[in-house]
């Protein structure tokens, strides 16, 4: 079983998800528990593919790479910040629509009304998604007593 390398992949991703979270109980910011699942994702990433991918990325596999990468700095660094429920809201809206916009790109040359609802729905799925992971923190951040 062991020469699997997917198996080898997983045993390594659960590695690393177990001591990074084993880490981010001695660390008194929270905002470093943010970052195990994208090491985890970004781990797995690289040792499927066996690389980094390039940039800038030609393919879609690749973009969803530096999406995840991007996406976790950006969310660290607002997780350091303060935020307004405005800035929230903005951000639900625009960042969905900025990635799919960009994974979609090459698509967009020969725009049909398929691809335009294609994007739509894609977008507002990933704006409900974070809209309601970030009701879900809210709601355990107040559960917690730490306020929203």
């Known amino acids: ?38 090491a985890v994702f970004l781990a797995s990433y690289v040792l499927t593919y066996q690389q980094v991918p390039p940039f800038p990325p030609v393919g879609a596999t690749n973009k969803i790479f530096y999406v995840a990468l991007s996406a976790a700095l950006a969310g660290f660094a607002l997780d350091l910040l303060p935020r307004t429920a405005k800035l929230d809201r903005i951000l639900v809206v625009i960042v969905p629509a900025l990635i799919v916009g960009w994974i979609g790109l090459p698509r967009f040359t020969n725009a049909d009304l398929d691809v335009v609802a294609t994007t739509f729905a894609l977008s ?25």
């Open 1 to 38: 079983m062991l020469d699997n390398p997917i198996a080898w992949a997983a045993l390594i991703c659960f590695l690393l998800g177990f001591a990074l979270s084993g880490l981010v109980r001695l660390s008194p910011k929270a905002a470093i528990g943010s970052l195990v699942p994208p």
């Open 124 to 148: 507002l799925g990933g704006s409900v998604v974070l809209w309601r992971l970030d009701a879900v923190a809210k709601a355990t951040a107040e559960r917690n007593g730490a306020g929203a």
